[in-house]
Structure formats: structure tokens, C-alpha cells
């Protein structure tokens, strides 16, 4: 199993948001930090906003914040709204999908993957291995020093 891109992208917004609870972000620090698609961003943002996981300030001093406490956010029900498919092969298709037992073996075994993944919080996911704040601020000033 692979999660897209767009999954990829929102789980990285949520742990850049959840490492500077206390202030709004714009989404241009983001993008500059992670050096991903401004454009492509504001999409998984705008749905992230929508979906009730960021709230969203705009103006001039604006930015992205989490909507709840990264306590409260849910990595399973995340990469459940993020991701279209979940399909791990076409069966439809195929002739002998009828009496195929591969079928429940593979729902078997994305239930499991799902399961992990509602284990955890992002809070879970956030202190798992540390902070790496400083990773992010020596990777956003080398581009920036760059360009």
C-alpha cells in the first residue's frame, strides 16, 4: 500500500501546524519549509480548512492553525479522508473474483492497516521521535539562501 502524495502533503501541514500551536502559519512558510508546491499546498490546505482540521485567518498577519488539539486528530480518520482508493487491486475485472478468497485476505489486511494508523493521534505521531522543528528551520534557510 502507498498513500498518495496528497496524503503525504496533509500529514506534513498537520505536523508543521502542531509543532507551533501557539501562532498562525502562513501557508508560504509551509510550502518553503517542506520546498513543496506553493499551488499544489494551497489545495490540501483549502480541503484540510473545509474538512475542520486547520482554521484559517486571512489577511495581511493571516495564516493556518489547527482547528483542535493535535490530541484530537485522529491519523486514521486523516489518511481515510485523504485518500480516494483504497482498493489494493481491481478484482472487478477479473474472472474468478466470485470464488477468490485473496478478496477478504487484502480487506483483512487494509482493516489492520487502518486500525494502526486510528491509533494514533497526532500529538502520537508528533512526540514519537522528537522535535524536529530544527530540521525544518535549517532546511527553509539554506533554500531561502539559495534562491
Known amino acids: ?13 498537520l505536523l508543521y501546524l502542531a ?13 518553503r519549509a517542506y ?5 499544489h499546498l494551497m489545495k490540501v490546505v483549502n480541503d484540510l480548512v473545509n474538512s475542520g482540521y486547520l482554521e484559517s485567518v486571512r489577511g495581511r498577519s493571516g495564516g493556518v492553525r489547527l482547528a483542535r488539539p493535535a490530541a484530537q486528530i485522529n491519523v486514521g480518520e486523516l489518511i481515510q479522508h485523504t485518500e480516494d482508493d483504497f482498493d489494493l487491486v481491481e478484482c472487478g475485472s477479473c474472472i474468478i473474483a466470485p470464488a477468490c478468497g485473496l478478496t477478504s485476505v487484502l480487506d483483512e489486511a487494509l482493516a489492520a492497516f487502518l486500525g494502526v494508523l486510528g491509533q494514533y493521534s497526532l500529538a ?6 522528537g522535535d524536529f522543528t530544527h530540521l525544518l528551520h535549517v532546511a527553509g534557510k539554506r533554500r531561502s539562501n539559495d534562491g
Open 1 to 13: 500500500m502507498r498513500l498518495t502524495r496528497y496524503s503525504d502533503f496533509a500529514m506534513r501541514v
Open 19 to 31: 509543532a507551533r500551536p501557539d501562532r498562525l502559519t502562513p501557508i508560504s512558510e509551509i510550502a
Open 35 to 39: 520546498a513543496i508546491s506553493h499551488n
Open 124 to 129: 502520537d505521531v508528533l512526540a514519537r521521535k
